[in-house]
């Protein structure tokens, strides 16, 4: 009994060693990320979550980084390489759930750097594991459950950080090696990371400068400066010769002051989404690390989090739009304000002057900016702060729901100065609310886009089809819905588009042309095989000498007797056959003249009256509750092209109504013509 007691101790302090402890934060965070990943029902970030899962699907499918067939030229391509044994599935559900519990685990080991960090900079192990759940507990994680390169991108970039106080703190060839391994990777995964080897460089020269050994910094730090510098060389190079890929710069030139305030407005969403408590202090202890700092670690962590700052927002404001809050930008910075926080509350002097200073800015910002003049961002881009906001303005008005963040924030502010627990605990619960209100946000984002752009069998075509079909584009396509069908219906493996079409995605598809006898081509050669037609909203294109498999919404798939061939185009016509007050047709008779009627049924709602429909110079008048049968002559060169207006229309009971219009289709009558 007595050796049983004495080995209790150390059965009980390897149990509670930051080794387990570490893991046990790792595996809890990937459980806890898996659940509010299950919340995600389907993509919804597009193009970008088409991008990465055709690259992944097609390296596990054919060995090649394509999207559709074609090269991507696309250089960020670790999160495709990393996930592509999930296509190995052969179902798209399934390998959509491996996929968020490969990213859920990659985002819990965000803990381990920034445990790793915390010990360079000698802050206590309790100490650096609470800021490593806190690292993991916050908005970012939003990202687990989608199809993006962040939860792989947030733990890398954290790893550069690491990798870069081991580097300084003890130079070594090894050290070096290590970084640069870890920098590659992070710039392999997400291309705005290419942005801290300068950042790291930076780090070296000012330590250097505060050293008094500037040359000796350069000499022992000589292959990880010599290879940044060719690294930058030859990416200004590729940039200025092929671009950036699909990234663009801003055509837009914004102005110093809109630069400004978008500036401004983007660290004040970062001060939420750390939990606002430990920001006066994570301030004044990033501002001691580069004036006071106590070790050349310390001097290097505030260097690099602050030019790292910088960049971050200078990559907002050239590759973002000031109109906007690009909250995936600045989720990386969170865990290095959480050890900045650390960094001022282990010093033994403790004046709380700075930090009042810090509050009272944060309180007078949050009085004068309300922020849900932003809050347009939740639908549009992804700001998992601003996804909480729309997820509370949902329950109450949105002034509400702005006075509710600001006074939120400066309560949880003058928590962070009475007392660092206080303050380390407040803002993880805050952190952790955003989280789960931006999850919970995502999931009614998710569930509206799949009620808009999905049936309730979302790969209807792969179980229609069994081969390989084309989707062809015509007109203004709502490329949500044309995305979200080739995502789960990898049957479709080609897009291709109609003249004037609009694009799906950021690839060049190709244009195909049609004729007078309304074949569809692709190049020299008629299009063939199974064809899903993707028109415009409130459009509908039918095909001549095909069988019709399966339809949902306006989209269509066919099934072409040879080569495909057009019918009809109608724009502004809904399914269910009611209309706009006009809108145009064109109509195709399989030949190059046309010698016959174009015919068209016509209905009255009884909700509405009598309907009176002008179709290609005919008019007529249907009484409610009546249809009539209405026709103009076709005669001469095809395409036929023509019109239509219809009145009354207009919302009833909540719905749009309108007279009923059914496809107009061709009828060959040679006497017409005579």
């Known amino acids: ?6 080995a209790f101790p150390r059965v009980r302090a390897y149990i509670l060693s930051p080794r387990w402890a570490l893991t046990g934060i790792v595996a809890l965070g990937t459980v806890v990320h898996t659940l509010l990943g299950r919340l995600v029902e389907t993509p919804s970030v597009f193009p970008d979550e088409y991008l990465y899962s055709q690259l992944g699907q097609s390296l596990a499918t054919t060995g090649k980084l394509e999207v559709r067939g074609v090269p991507a030229h696309f250089l960020p391509v670790l999160e495709p390489i990393l996930t592509a044994p999930v296509w190995f599935a052969h179902d798209v559900e399934t390998s959509f759930r491996l996929l968020q519990f490969e990213n859920a685990f990659f985002m819990s080991l965000a803990a381990i750097p920034v445990f790793l960090i915390a010990r360079r900079l000698r802050i206590g192990n309790g100490l650096a594991l609470a800021l490593s759940v806190l690292a993991i507990s916050g908005p970012p994680a939003l990202f687990t459950g989608l199809f993006l390169s962040e939860p792989l991108a947030y733990p890398l970039a954290l790893a550069v950080v690491a990798a870069t106080l081991a580097a300084l703190d003890r130079p070594s060839v090894r050290a070096q090696l290590v970084l640069l391994a870890f920098v590659g990777l992070a710039c392999f995964d997400r291309l705005q990371l290419a942005a801290l080897p300068l950042c790291i460089a930076v780090a070296v ?8 050994r500037f040359v000796a910094a350069l000499r022992e730090q000589w292959l990880l400066v010599g290879v940044t510098a060719v690294a930058a060389l030859g990416g200004v190079t590729v940039a200025l010769v092929h671009g950036f890929g699909y ?3 801003n055509p837009h030139v914004h102005s110093g002051m809109h630069a400004l305030r978008f500036s401004g407005v983007s660290v004040y969403v970062l001060v939420f989404a750390a939990g606002a408590a ?9 501002a001691l690390a580069v004036v006071k700092p106590r070790t050349r670690s310390e001097l290097a962590f505030g260097t690099l989090t602050v030019s790292f700052l910088v960049v971050t927002i200078v990559q907002c404001v050239v590759w973002g739009d000031v109109l906007r809050i690009q909250e995936r930008y600045l989720g990386y910075l969170l865990p290095l304000l959480g050890i900045s926080f650390a960094l001022r509350v282990t010093r033994t002097e403790r004046r709380r002057i700075p930090e009042l200073g810090v509050a009272s800015l944060i309180a007078a910002v949050a009085a004068l900016v309300p922020i849900d003049g932003y809050s347009i961002d939740a639908d549009h881009d992804i700001a998992p702060t601003l996804y909480a906001f729309a997820r509370l303005s949902h329950v109450v008005h949105p002034a509400a729901a702005a006075g509710v963040f600001a006074i939120g924030g400066t309560i949880l502010v003058l928590f962070g100065i009475v007392d660092r627990r206080l303050a380390l605990g407040s803002a993880f619960l805050a952190s952790l609310a955003l989280l789960l209100a931006a999850s919970s946000w995502s999931a009614a984002l998710t569930r509206d886009g799949r009620s808009k752009y999905l049936p309730v069998d979302m790969s209807w075509v792969d179980h229609t089809d069994n081969g390989k079909a084309t989707m062809l584009v015509v007109g203004k396509a709502w490329n949500g819905q044309a995305l979200a069908t080739l995502f789960w219906n990898p049957s479709v493996s080609r897009v291709v588009r109609m003249p004037h079409a609009a694009k799906v995605d950021w690839l060049d598809d190709p244009r195909v042309h049609v004729d007078v006898t309304g074949t569809v081509h692709l190049g020299p050669k008629p299009l063939t095989g199974d064809v899903l037609v993707q028109p415009a909203p409130v459009s509908a294109v039918v095909l001549r000498d095909a069988k019709r498999l399966e339809a949902f919404d306006v989209q269509t798939l066919w099934r072409p007797r040879g080569a495909v061939r057009l019918a009809v185009i109608m724009n502004n016509h809904f399914p269910n056959g009611y209309v706009l007050h006009s809108g145009g047709m064109e109509v195709w008779s399989g030949q190059p003249q046309m010698d016959g009627w174009i015919e068209m ?14 179709f290609g110079g005919e008019q007529v008048s249907v009484p409610a509750g009546q249809m009539r049968l209405l026709r103009v002559r076709a005669c001469g060169p095809a395409p036929w092209s023509g019109g239509f207006n219809a009145a009354p229309t207009g919302i009833v009971d909540g719905r749009w109504s309108s007279p009923v219009l059914s496809v107009p ?7 017409a013509c005579k």
């Open 247 to 249: 990234y663009k710069l």
């Open 665 to 671: 289709r061709y009828v060959r009558d040679p006497s």
């Open 278 to 286: 430990i920001i006066p202090s994570a301030v004044v202890g990033l």
């Open 1 to 6: 009994m007595s050796a049983v007691s004495a």
């Open 205 to 212: 020269l000012v330590v250097g400068v505060r050293e008094h």
């Open 601 to 614: 049924r016509v209905g009255a709602p009884t909700s509405l009256g009598t309907a009176h429909v002008v």
